[in-house]
């Protein structure tokens, strides 16, 4: 009997293989084994995914510092737990733009003029939501990289695996509650604008536990780290005003006010 990944001979008691670690599958695929090898990885309590879920929020430091020191096997990747992420996030904007969509409106956020310029904002965030998810993860770990100027603990790289395991922690945690009370009859922008502070929290507690920080030094990394969040953010605004102006629709969104005001 050979290896059906890596080809290698094996014994015929064994089940899995010494060189590559697959499992050896015996069975034919059927509804039934399909849905037991799903509920081992995903709702067992000894499962990967779950214990990597929970030690996220109780000990972040144990799972992301043992994937930076080289410890790959004891919790899920951080590619896989990325990937994930993007899955059920996308999976929530499917079920709340088809189910509930009358919580997605953001008219109440808009003023007047601005409507339509608003509403294509919102269809391009929603279509490339994973491309914008995947680039907050080096501006964040550019901006830690600036925060801890003066501690080498970590390299860029290093604090790129941070972010790609605090950002998916925070859109799979959000996924959940946002989409569990929108079916409660929440607003998504309401509980948007609720949610980005408890990000903030959630990563500021990360690195305290990462870096080892006592509270002042996370009270003054905090403050640093949103100077250099808000002049990348002023930065932005003006590189998106620029272009707006050239394209025209700076010009329209003007036009559109006056419009509103003289009606």
């Not at 808009?110 to 965030?125: C, D, L, P, V």
Request: aromatic fraction near 14%; charged fraction near 15%.
């Amino acid at each position: 009997m050979n290896c059906k990944n890596c080809t290698i001979s094996l014994n015929s008691e064994s089940d899995y293989c010494n060189k590559c670690g697959a499992k050896v599958i015996r069975n034919r695929l059927t509804i039934r084994n399909l849905f037991e090898h799903f509920t081992e990885t995903f709702l067992n309590y000894d499962n990967k995914f779950l214990q990597t879920f929970i030690c996220l929020f109780t000990k972040p430091e144990d799972v992301i510092g043992s994937y930076i020191d080289g410890t790959r096997k004891k919790y899920v990747n951080v590619v896989s737990y990325f990937a994930v992420a993007i899955t059920l996030s996308g999976l929530q904007l499917f079920i709340l733009n088809n189910f509930f969509p009358d919580a997605m409106d953001m008219s109440a956020w808009t003023t007047n003029g601005t409507e339509e310029f608003q509403s294509k904002i919102m269809s391009y965030a929603q279509e490339y939501q994973s491309l914008i998810m995947m680039m907050y993860v080096p501006v964040y770990a550019l901006i830690c990289k600036i925060v801890f100027l003066n501690r080498k603990t970590y390299n860029y790289t290093e604090q790129l695996v941070m972010f790609m395991y605090i950002q998916a922690q925070i859109s799979i945690t959000s996924a959940i509650i946002i989409t569990l009370l929108i079916m409660m009859g929440a607003n998504f922008s309401v509980l948007g604008m609720l949610m980005f502070p408890t990000m903030i929290a959630y990563s500021a507690y990360c690195l305290k536990r990462l870096y080892q920080l006592n509270l002042m030094e996370l009270i003054l990394k905090t403050l640093i780290f949103f100077i250099v969040f808000g002049i990348i953010a002023i930065l932005f605004t003006i590189g998106m005003t620029a272009m707006m102006y050239f394209s025209g629709d700076f010009e329209k969104i003007i036009e559109a006010q006056r419009a509103a005001k003289g009606s």
